[in-house]
């Protein structure tokens, strides 16, 4: 297996280098600049003398190991390399909050290293490890944004002592935290307020005393006064406007984008946005008459967004942008019933975070405390727009050396203050930019203001393009310049030397020279005329070729078996098929190894065939499969020689008259007993055990072998016959046999005649204690006798 994979990896190693070879040749680079971007495994030959008769100058560009072998010195070959270099490489900072030193924001640092200058050549990427560290006692900054329409009444009670409160929490975290406070309801337009005049005095109904409508308005700048902030927060009265939704997104992006009102340092930002109903977004102020977008500027005077009514909602990705660019990080505290929704704003915000709100807002700090150990226990890394042709790629080695690559590779989670993690990112260019030899992106962190500034310089041309002579006479009378041992012409110029003008590259004289055997065909139809020589034309495939000086050879129109060049056996050269060892014909499909004709005796097609290109074809007709052993009309084995055994061992059988003539065929040896013969175990060929029966019903025992061509035959000296049978026995048993039937049928008779009596008996019982005798007078009796009374008798 070792071997076999040693093999495979040589065999891809030949594969990529033909490959890259072909990308480098098919490129047709006609100077050292163009070479070198085509991939970052072409090289350039600067020797002047490198090219042979007939050869175009775009042969100097090959893979470093084919410039090589064609002895190309190594001290003339172009392959300049990329490289990195760091800049400003500041460790990231250890420090602990209790800690005597206090440090500015701008003097902590938790990304390494800082700056990098990164050289680029195509196709070579270059890669460099980042580290970040959570600083312990990092600044915050937090901004309380509440939506104040009158459904949040109650709430706005709980918050008025969040100030102080929340300071106390903080200070478990941080000993340098700030908070501000802004409130929000709706865009001051119908239909989302009235704009009754009275309505808009007091837009709520009843006896509530209401303050006016307004869209945002910055209460209080951040502070580390937490006095302060619970003093103008009590100071706050309920709003209220006429839809559910919200215009909290007009409230976000001038919190965003309004850095100076609002105060934001650069640490960590927090915007805590609370709210009970939902959002409008961007083309929801079409209900309002508003059409034109939102610009994304600041628009506050005295505190208070004053372009509601002209600027429509925010889309949620200007928003993801705003935030963003101003690494704020964004707390959704919306009640039960909205979480759903804000849930699917979450996944379109990165770096954010959803807290249930209880009812009246009394669980708002422990929802602020939490969401903040959640977010900033990830670290996301984003860059800047990337100029064309760059590419980037992140893999993260986590806590605990867990790694991961693609969209998962720029991130890292469960990280707690002090951890240390790091990412290897590489930087790859396909190709060099149009308008600039350098160009600048920013690598940061998702809620960060720190960042790394990378300078990329790309490598567009050769260094002995620098040394190139001018109108060199080397080039036709200095048609072009002469760099890198190469003539590099002028516009409207083109050969090897510079030597044609455009205009003459389709003039009879020269093209007469591309004609082979003064045919008709320019270069055999497959390449250009170029100055007088046949240049060929480069496939899609780089692995096709053609060649020859009229372009009339080709490495890939040869004959094909099984969908494969040459059978998959050989290569194509100049249209023929140049076989591998082992293989023959047009298409080198036919095998010379006869291991595959091999049949189970060790026969060559069983002996019943000839091997052809490692097929067997059988001459008899009766045998088939692919090794001619297979016989559905034959007769066994051990049926096939029965009559030739028999003969030979016994002197009987069919064939006992003929037996010399017809079964010399094999070598017989006899042996005592069953135990004397091969066994299968034992041989190293084919064998068969066979019993067979003569004409006495006596069998006979023998095995059947082809060995090194000779067919074996050994059978056992004595047949087994059956004895005859003992009569007495067999008439007794018969006799024995008939009584016991005999008696047996006499007592299941008499068993169920006693069966059939006792049944009549128990009937017989049965209907004489159900009869019951008639004790009446028969209906038809007459007496004989006849009383009669004399009337008149008086018993006197």
């Known amino acids: 297996n070792h071997g076999l994979m040693t093999v495979w990896v040589l065999l891809a190693s030949v594969l990529l280098s033909l490959t890259e070879g072909s990308i480098c040749i098919k490129a047709n680079a006609q100077s050292c600049g163009e070479c070198i971007q085509v991939a970052e495994s072409c090289g350039w030959c600067a020797d002047e003398k490198f090219l042979t008769v007939g050869e175009s100058k775009s042969a100097r560009c090959d893979d470093l190991e084919s410039l090589k072998k064609r002895n190309c010195a190594v001290t003339k070959i172009e392959n300049p390399r990329g490289s990195i270099s760091i800049n400003e490489n500041k460790p990231v900072t250890n420090r602990k909050k209790d800690s005597a030193d206090k440090l500015n924001p701008g003097q902590i640092t938790q990304i390494q290293p800082q700056k990098l200058t990164l050289t680029l050549r195509t196709g070579e990427p270059q890669t460099f490890d980042l580290k970040f560290k959570r600083a312990e006692d990092y600044p915050i900054d937090l901004y309380y944004l509440m939506d104040l329409s009158f459904s949040m009444k109650d709430d706005l009670e709980n918050v008025k002592n969040l100030g102080t409160d929340l300071m106390a929490e903080m200070q478990k975290i941080t000993s340098d935290f700030k908070i501000g406070f802004g409130s929000f309801v709706e865009k001051t337009v119908m239909p989302y307020i009235s704009t009754t005049p009275a309505r808009l005095i007091n837009p709520c109904t009843g006896n509530q005393n209401c303050t006016s409508p307004f869209s945002y308005k910055n209460v209080l700048k951040l502070t580390d006064k937490g006095d302060e902030f619970n003093r103008l927060v009590s100071q706050q009265q309920i709003s209220g406007n006429l839809d559910s939704p919200e215009g909290g997104f007009d409230a976000i992006m001038q919190v965003a984008v309004c850095g ?44 208070m967004y004053t372009m509601s009514h002209y600027y429509d909602y925010p889309s949620i990705a200007h928003l993801v942008q705003k935030l963003s660019d101003n690494n704020i990080q964004t707390i959704f505290a919306v009640t039960e019933e909205f979480q759903p929704v804000y849930q699917e704003l979450k996944n379109l915000i990165p770096k954010s975070a959803v807290g249930t709100l209880s009812s009246n807002s009394s669980n708002v700090i422990k929802l602020i405390i939490d969401a903040y150990n959640s977010l900033s226990s990830e670290v996301i890394l984003e860059n800047t727009k990337l100029p064309e042709g760059v590419s980037i790629t992140y893999k993260s080695i986590c806590k605990n050396g867990v790694e991961a690559t693609g969209e998962n590779g720029r991130k890292c989670s469960n990280i707690s203050i002090g951890d240390e993690v790091s ?56 048609n072009g310049t002469f760099e890198c041992g190469a003539c590099k012409c002028n516009e409207g110029r083109i050969g090897r030397l510079c030597e044609c003008s455009k205009d003459e590259v389709r003039t009879e004289d020269l093209d007469a020279n591309c004609r082979k055997d003064n045919g008709t065909d320019i270069c055999s139809n497959n390449g250009d005329c170029v100055c007088g020589t046949c240049e060929c034309k480069k496939r899609e495939n780089p692995a096709e070729i053609y060649s020859g000086k009229y372009c009339e050879c080709d490495n890939f129109n ?83 020689h029965k009559d030739c055994v028999q003969c030979r061992a016994f002197g009987a059988g069919e064939k006992k008259d003929t037996c010399q003539r017809d079964c010399d065929y094999f070598k017989m040896f006899k042996v005592k007993d069953r135990d004397g013969l091969p066994q299968p175990t034992d041989q190293s060929f084919p064998l068969t055990h066979c019993k067979q029966r003569d004409e006495n019903d006596c069998w006979f025992y023998y095995t ?71 004790t009446g007078e028969n209906p038809i009796y007459k007496s004989a006798v006849t009383t009669v009374v004399n009337p008149k008798y008086e018993g006197k």
């Open 558 to 640: 040869c004959d094909r078996s099984n969908n494969k060049l040459c059978g998959g056996h050989g290569r194509c050269e100049c249209r023929k098929c140049i076989c591998d060892a082992n293989y023959t014909g047009s298409a080198c499909d036919c095998s010379l190894d006869t291991s595959t004709c091999l049949a189970k005796n060790g026969q060559i097609c069983n002996g019943r065939g000839t091997c052809e290109c490692g097929i067997c074809k059988c001459t008899d007709a009766k045998f088939q499969g692919p090794t001619c052993e297979i016989c559905p009309t034959c007769p066994g084995v051990c049926v096939e």
């Open 260 to 303: 100076e009102h609002i105060g934001w340092r650069d640490v960590t930002r927090l915007l805590v946005f609370s709210t009970d109903a939902g959002f409008h977004f961007a083309g929801d102020g079409k209900l309002g008459g508003i059409v034109l977008p939102n610009d994304g500027k600041c628009h506050l005077e005295n505190n």
């Open 423 to 478: 990412f290897k990112i590489s930087i790859d260019s396909q190709k060099c930019p149009s308008h600039s030899k350098n160009e600048t992106i920013k690598i940061r962190p998702l809620g960060f203001t720190e960042e790394v500034e990378i300078v990329l310089n790309f490598i567009c041309d050769c260094q002995c393009a620098k040394e190139g002579e001018p109108e060199s006479e080397k080039c036709h009378e200095g």
């Open 704 to 774: 059947y072998a082809i060995r090194n061509q000779t067919k074996e035959v050994f059978v056992v000296e004595q047949l087994e016959c059956p004895a005859g049978p003992d009569i007495i026995p067999i008439v007794a048993g018969v006799v024995a046999g008939i009584v016991l039937i005999g008696l047996a049928l006499l007592l299941i008779w008499k068993l169920l005649m006693i069966i059939h009596d006792r049944r009549e008996f128990a009937k017989f019982e049965k209907e004489k204690m159900n009869a019951k005798w008639d």
